[in-house]
Structures are given as C-alpha cells and as structure tokens.
C-alpha cells in the first residue's frame, strides 16, 4: 500500500513531513505495509476540513434517514468486501482470521443498526401548558469528533463511534492506533467510494502524544470519543476540558467472571477459558478475573489449569490455532513484567508465565497464565494485565462473590455462572459494572449500551444512548 494514505478534505496524501511507518504482523514479523505518519499539522488540517464540512452542511443538514440509507449502504459494502477488511485486520493485529471475519460481520451490524436508528429519529414535543406555545426538541449533530481508536480491535471500535457520528450528522477525524492503521484505510475508501461529501470523514495515522494530542485539545474539535487504556484517557480528558469539549470513554476494565458451585461446570469451564484467553486476553472485557466458590475451587482450578496448558498457540491462518501473539514485543514485555511482578508479590504461577518457544518465536507469543494465591490489593488484581492471564479467587458466600466482584477501580463489564436464576439476578444487580452476563461471557448486542462505571470510562456506545453521545439536544419554544 503507498503512504499516501492520510484521508483529509477528501484527497490521500502522505504526511506534510513525507514520514512513514512501516507495520509488521505481530505473529511472525512480517512486513504488512508502509503508510503516513501524520504530524500534528497534518490533524489540525484534518480538524478544519471536518469543521469546514460540518460548516457547509451537506451532511450534517441531511434528514436523519437520508443519513440513515447511507449508513445501510455502507453495511452492504463491508459484506461485500469482507474478506478484504478481514484480511488486513489479521495482518495488522495477529488475531485468527475467523476472529476478524466475526468482527467485520459485527462492524456491518453495528452500521445497519445505526443507519435504522437514524431513520426513526424524530424530535419531541414538550407540553409547556399553555395552548399558545409549541415547545419542542430538536436532536442536532454535536459537531466535529474525533475518534480515537485502539489497537485490539480496531476497525471495531472505531466502527462504534464512525456510525453513530455520521448517524447523527457529524463529521470526524478518525485515529486509528498507529500499530493498526489498514482497516482504517479501507474504511475510508468504502465512505469516498460511496460519496460521502468531502471532510465529513477523515483519517489522520500517527501516534498519540503528536496526533492524538491535537484531536484531543484542537478548539476546533466539539468532542472526543476515546477508547484505550486508563491513563490515557486521564490525559485525554485533561487535555479536552481547556475547551470544555464533550469527551466520552471507553477504557479499561478487570472483569470478574463469578462461579457458584451450582453452575453448569462445563460451560462455565468453557467460557472462563475463553473469557481469559481469546485473542490473547487483549479484550477490554476479558474474564481476568476468575472468582469460584470454594466448595468447586480445587476441581475447577486443576481443570482450568490442564486446559490452558493445552491451548495451541498459532498464527492467524494456522486453521488449529486457538488464540495467537500479543500486538508488539512492548507489550509482551509489559505482560512478562506484570506476571513476574504479581508472583513477587506471592501470587502462584499454576501455569504459563513465559514465552511461546519454537515457531512462536517469530512472534510475540505468550502462554495463557493461570494465578492463584492472590488477595486484595496485589497489583495483579488492581492493574489490567491485557494478555492472556487470569488470577483465582474463591469466596463462601453470595456476599463474598458480590464483594469480590465489586473489589476494583474499573467497572466495565463482569459475569456469573449459576443455576439458580434469582441467585444470578441478585448478584447482577449487586455488581457494579456496564455489562453482566449470566451463564454467558462476551456477546454484546449494538441495541444494548457498552460502557463502564468506574474508572472503565465516562458514557456509552451502541445502543440508543450510543447515538445520544453524538447529539445536542436543543428546546425550541414558541410563543404563538
Ligand atoms: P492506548 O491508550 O495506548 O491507545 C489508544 C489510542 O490512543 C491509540 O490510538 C493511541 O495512539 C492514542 N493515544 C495514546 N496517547 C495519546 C494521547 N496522549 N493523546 C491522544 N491519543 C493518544 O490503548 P491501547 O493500548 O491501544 O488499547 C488497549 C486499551 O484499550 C486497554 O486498556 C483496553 O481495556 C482498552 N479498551 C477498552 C475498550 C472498551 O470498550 N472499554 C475496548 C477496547 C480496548
């Protein structure tokens, strides 16, 4: 792919600076592909051709289901060209094939849903009690965003906020993670091929602390949809606020996934091994925290254990793999350190804790890590580790689990595993984070709001109030 690959007022271009990155798959080092790496000016650019086209009005002045058909549109393509986008989201992330083609399914839901939201969007009415005044609210798009994106499911996340924004009217500067820039690209070629006016989107690849921090502070930018890690998000916030900018986040989470001794132990077997380890544990919502009632601990433990050891590490079309590398050699050093951290500390290593041997060496593999001897406090139960490790703690009683389950600074997304359908509901409602699942782990539904309490972030994405973050709500009162 050539470097020109900055999308801004409608045209490709390489960066003002004519620098480039190239991108390697983190499952065997190979190289995917040299594109732009944007400068600060090449973002600010990008802020003014949004704002010139949010200005214009040929989008944003659009009915909400001219803007919906588009959207519906835009579904269409993504299937069509699904392997396409698959493709590059593999190279560029190492993750199975199968687990993209699911995603690029997912994006094309994520439009549809949004294009039919769109479609039924009307204004309210509002009884002022006076037959001489019609008040109403009016829904307007927001303005510009800018869409900041991570690097574990890319084009996904991304799709979470492209949809809704361009639902409600806005136009955007997309940023991609710099690891992941491809599907990103493909994006935009889908929205210029089906003539979405000139700036609404543009694409600005580069890295946070240059491009991410003009799209967070840019006075032209009316808000900042982020997803990414805590500490960013800090940042991002802080940097927003001088301007007093709508921000919405989406961050981290340490998820507990609760087993009563009453659940189907197979599915909860299954789905605690998924829950911690597909895609390497590189999931937001991953069951990182695994919290089994004693009374099932040893059995279900000395099993999770033996399954974990048994996962085939692989690349993304090796048709036996069961999960594959962490994104860069950074961030597997980052997990190394974190597990031999959390064993200093007295954690047990029941399995994993060191790096895929043989072909995995091209790679930047690690084995799915299982701790126990773990208590409250030890920074692996505090910090997220966002690789393939899952700590064990046991609890007596429903109190214990709900407290257990509630004993974090995140609060994103969490689950319980039991029989008992008024023992489930009442721990559900206990918990304290965006999402419970019961007797399932990580279906999501773009009807249902995503999001955390707590330190996992500030609003929501899909669903309704998915659409809402991108809108300002305006009274219209008039006196007869
Ligand atoms: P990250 O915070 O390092 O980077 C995310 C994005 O922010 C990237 O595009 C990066 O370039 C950009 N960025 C970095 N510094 C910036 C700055 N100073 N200003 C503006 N932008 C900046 O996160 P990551 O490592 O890419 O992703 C992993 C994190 O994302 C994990 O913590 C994970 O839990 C979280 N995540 C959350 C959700 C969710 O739905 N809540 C979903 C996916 C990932």
Same mark, same amino acid.
């Given at each position: 792919?050539?470097?020109?690959?900055?999308?801004?007022?409608?045209?490709?271009?390489?960066?003002?600076?004519?620098?480039?990155?190239?991108?390697?798959?983190?499952?065997?080092?190979?190289?995917?592909?040299?594109?732009?790496?944007?400068?600060?000016?090449?973002?600010?650019?990008?802020?003014?051709?949004?704002?010139?086209?949010?200005?214009?009005?040929?989008?944003?002045?659009?009915?909400?289901?001219?803007?919906?058909?588009?959207?519906?549109?835009?579904?269409?393509?993504?299937?069509?060209?699904?392997?396409?986008?698959?493709?590059?989201?593999?190279?560029?992330?190492?993750?199975?094939?199968?687990?993209?083609?699911?995603?690029? %399914?997912?994006? !094309? #839901?994520?439009?549809?849903?949004? @294009? *039919?939201?769109? +479609?039924?969007?009307?204004?309210?009415?509002? $009884?002022?009690?006076?037959?001489?005044?019609?008040?109403?609210?009016?829904?307007?798009?927001?303005?510009?965003?800018?869409?900041?994106?991570?690097?574990?499911?890319?084009?996904?996340?991304?799709?979470?906020?492209?949809?809704?924004?361009?639902?409600?009217?806005?136009?955007?500067?997309?940023?991609?993670?710099?690891?992941?820039?491809?599907?990103?690209?493909?994006?935009?070629?889908?929205?210029?091929?089906?003539?979405?006016? %000139?700036?609404? !989107? #543009?694409?600005?690849?580069?890295? @946070? *602390?240059?491009? +991410?921090?003009?799209?967070?502070?840019?006075? $032209?930018?009316?808000?900042?949809?982020?997803?990414?890690?805590?500490?960013?998000?800090?940042?991002?916030?802080?940097?927003?606020?001088?301007?007093?900018?709508?921000?919405?986040?989406?961050?981290?989470?340490?998820?507990?996934?609760?087993?009563?001794?009453?659940?189907?132990?197979?599915?909860?077997?299954?789905?605690?091994?998924?829950?911690?380890?597909?895609?390497?544990?590189?999931?937001?919502?991953?069951?990182?925290?695994?919290?089994?009632?004693?009374?099932?601990?040893?059995?279900?433990?000395?099993?999770?254990?033996?399954?974990?050891?048994?996962?085939?590490?692989?690349?993304?079309?090796?048709?036996?793999?069961?999960?594959?590398?962490?994104?860069?050699?950074?961030?597997?050093?980052?997990?190394?350190?974190?597990?031999?951290?959390?064993?200093?500390?007295?954690?047990?290593?029941?399995?994993?804790?060191?790096?895929?041997?043989?072909?995995?060496?091209?790679?930047?593999?690690?084995?799915?890590?299982?701790?126990?001897?773990?208590?409250?406090?030890?920074?692996?139960?505090?910090?997220?580790?966002?690789?393939?490790?899952?700590?064990?703690?046991?609890?007596?009683?429903?109190?214990?689990?709900?407290?257990?389950?509630?004993?974090?600074?995140?609060?994103?997304?969490?689950?319980?595993?039991?029989?008992?359908?008024?023992?489930?509901?009442?721990?559900?409602?206990?918990?304290?984070?965006?999402?419970?699942?019961?007797?399932?782990?990580?279906?999501?539904?773009?009807?249902?709001?995503?999001?955390?309490?707590?330190?996992?972030?500030?609003?929501?994405?899909?669903?309704?109030?998915?659409?809402?973050?991108?809108?300002?709500?305006?009274?219209?009162?008039?006196?007869?």
């Amino acid at each position: 792919m050539s470097a020109s690959t900055l999308f801004i007022g409608g045209t490709w271009t390489g960066a003002s600076d004519g620098g480039t990155r190239d991108i390697h798959c983190p499952a065997d080092g190979e190289l995917v592909g040299t594109v732009a790496e944007g400068t600060a000016d090449d973002a600010a650019r990008a802020v003014l051709a949004a704002r010139a086209a949010f200005d214009a009005g040929e989008w944003s002045g659009k009915s909400p289901l001219e803007r919906g058909s588009f959207l519906l549109k835009v579904a269409d393509r993504l299937r069509d060209r699904k392997n396409d986008f698959a493709r590059a989201e593999t190279l560029d992330t190492g993750k199975r094939l199968v687990e993209s083609e699911i995603d690029i %399914d997912d994006i !094309a #839901n994520c439009f549809e849903y949004f @294009g *039919k939201l769109a +479609g039924q969007e009307s204004g309210r009415l509002v $009884d002022a009690g006076s037959p001489m005044v019609v008040s109403r609210i009016e829904y307007e798009p927001v303005g510009v965003c800018s869409l900041i994106a991570p690097w574990n499911y890319p084009l996904l996340q991304a799709a979470w906020k492209i949809a809704p924004a361009l639902a409600a009217g806005c136009s955007f500067v997309l940023k991609p993670s710099e690891l992941t820039p491809h599907t990103s690209i493909l994006m935009m070629d889908v929205l210029q091929e089906l003539g979405l006016p %000139d700036g609404v !989107a #543009n694409l600005v690849l580069g890295d @946070g *602390k240059t491009v +991410g921090a003009v799209l967070s502070s840019h006075p $032209d930018v009316d808000l900042v949809s982020f997803t990414g890690g805590l500490e960013t998000g800090k940042v991002i916030a802080a940097s927003a606020a001088a301007s007093v900018k709508k921000v919405a986040l989406e961050l981290g989470g340490k998820n507990p996934n609760i087993v009563f001794a009453d659940a189907d132990f197979d599915a909860a077997l299954d789905n605690a091994l998924n829950a911690a380890f597909v895609h390497s544990g590189q999931v937001c919502s991953a069951g990182a925290r695994l919290i089994v009632e004693e009374s099932i601990a040893e059995k279900f433990v000395d099993e999770l254990v033996r399954r974990a050891g048994q996962i085939r590490l692989g690349g993304p079309f090796d048709p036996d793999a069961e999960t594959g590398p962490l994104i860069s050699a950074a961030h597997r050093d980052k997990v190394t350190a974190y597990v031999d951290k959390g064993v200093a500390e007295g954690a047990r290593l029941r399995c994993g804790g060191a790096w895929g041997t043989g072909d995995l060496e091209k790679g930047f593999y690690y084995l799915p890590t299982v701790l126990d001897q773990v208590t409250s406090g030890m920074s692996v139960l505090v910090d997220e580790a966002f690789g393939p490790v899952v700590t064990v703690e046991t609890f007596t009683s429903e109190a214990e689990a709900v407290k257990l389950g509630n004993d974090t600074h995140y609060g994103l997304a969490g689950a319980v595993w039991s029989q008992d359908a008024g023992k489930s509901q009442r721990v559900a409602r206990a918990l304290r984070h965006g999402t419970i699942w019961i007797n399932d782990f990580h279906p999501y539904l773009p009807q249902a709001e995503w999001g955390g309490f707590g330190q996992s972030g500030v609003g929501r994405e899909l669903g309704p109030t998915g659409l809402a973050e991108y809108q300002e709500a305006k009274h219209v009162y008039q006196n007869i």
